[in-house]
Nanobody, 115 residues
C-alpha cells in the first residue's frame, strides 16, 4: 500500500524559510513523477512544483524562483525548499505521486506564514 508522509510545516515569519519532506513507502518510486501541491482556505488545490524521475522540474507561476523541489530516490523522499515565504503561501501542502495513472496523496502539512 502506497503511503506518503509529509513533515516540516509550521509557523514562519514573512521572508523566512522552511523545508518540507515527504517520505514514500510501499512502493519503489524512483521511476515515478512526484510533486507538491497546496490548498489554502477557501481555494482550490494548486500545483506548487513537480519533479520527474530524471529530475526535470516545473513550478507554479507564483513560485518565481523562491522554491526548489528535489528528490532522493535512495531515501524514497522528495523535498520542497521554500525561501522568501509570503503570507499568501499559507496553506496545507500535500505530497503527490503518480503511479500507473493513479494519484496518491499524503495527509498534508500546514504552513503558516505570519508575523
Amino acid at each position: 500500500q502506497v503511503q506518503l508522509v509529509e513533515s516540516g510545516g509550521g509557523l514562519v515569519q514573512p521572508g523566512g524559510s522552511l523545508r518540507l519532506s515527504c517520505v514514500a513507502s510501499g512502493y519503489r518510486f524512483r521511476f515515478n513523477p512526484m510533486g507538491w501541491y497546496r490548498q489554502a482556505p477557501g481555494k482550490e488545490r494548486e500545483v506548487v512544483a513537480t519533479i520527474t524521475s530524471s529530475g526535470s522540474t516545473n513550478y507554479g507561476d507564483f513560485v518565481k524562483g523562491r522554491f526548489t523541489i528535489s528528490r532522493d530516490n535512495g531515501k524514497n523522499t522528495v523535498y520542497l525548499q521554500m525561501n522568501s515565504l509570503k503570507p499568501e503561501d499559507t496553506a496545507v501542502y500535500y505530497c503527490n505521486i503518480l503511479i500507473n495513472f493513479a494519484n496518491y496523496w499524503g495527509k498534508g502539512t500546514l504552513v503558516t506564514v505570519s508575523s
